[in-house]
């Protein structure tokens, strides 16, 4: 099912961060679709930030996970198509209000900039943590509108 399927995409930088949480995502038995790069050879990130939101935007992913050297980058190239909410996150309480308060369906990481160990336990809580909804959905509504 599409909707359970969490692309992940980074740029060079964020290669190595990337297959670890893919492997830990995989790992959790979840459908990872793995939009590149493949390697650390240098690329230019909004190729992959626009190749995730383009995952989200057609269904072929539910949600999604990016990294680049600072999250920066590659968040501002996802958060430029209106069906795609990218929350940078640096720890776990970034990741957690990044879906209770803006429904992120995509966290951004900084590889050169979060610690591993972090990283991974931030999406480990951006992925279970639900929408809040209530006085935070109509601010999200506006967020699609431009």
Same mark, same amino acid.
């Given at each position: 099912?599409?909707?359970?399927?969490?692309?992940?995409?980074?740029?060079?930088?964020?290669?190595?961060?990337?297959?670890?949480?893919?492997?830990?995502?995989?790992?959790?038995?979840?459908?990872?679709?793995?939009?590149?790069?493949?390697?650390?050879?240098?690329?230019?990130?909004p190729d992959f930030? $626009?190749?995730? %939101?383009?995952?989200? =935007?057609? #269904?072929?992913?539910?949600? /999604?996970?990016? +990294?680049?050297?600072?999250? !920066?980058?590659?968040?501002?190239?996802?958060?430029?198509?209106?069906?795609?909410?990218a929350a940078l996150?640096?720890?776990?309480?970034?990741?957690?209000?990044?879906?209770? $308060?803006?429904? %992120?369906?995509?966290? =951004?990481? #900084?590889?050169?900039?979060? /610690?591993?160990? +972090?990283?991974?336990?931030? !999406?480990?809580?951006?992925?279970?943590?639900?929408?809040?909804?209530?006085?935070?959905?109509?601010?999200?509504?506006?967020?699609?509108?431009?």
């Amino acid at each position: 099912m599409a909707g359970g399927t969490i692309a992940v995409a980074s740029d060079h930088a964020g290669f190595d961060l990337k297959e670890i949480l893919k492997r830990d995502l995989q790992e959790a038995g979840h459908d990872v679709l793995d939009l590149g790069t493949n390697s650390t050879a240098s690329v230019d990130y909004p190729d992959f930030g $626009h190749a995730m %939101a383009d995952a989200i =935007a057609s #269904g072929r992913a539910g949600r /999604g996970v990016v +990294v680049c050297g600072t999250g !920066l980058g590659i968040s501002i190239a996802v958060n430029r198509h209106p069906k795609c909410r990218a929350a940078l996150a640096h720890d776990v309480t970034s990741a957690r209000l990044g879906r209770e $308060h803006n429904d %992120a369906n995509v966290v =951004a990481f #900084g590889a050169r900039l979060i /610690g591993t160990e +972090v990283a991974r336990e931030a !999406l480990k809580v951006f992925l279970k943590t639900p929408f809040e909804g209530g006085r935070h959905a109509g601010r999200v509504a506006k967020l699609a509108k431009g």
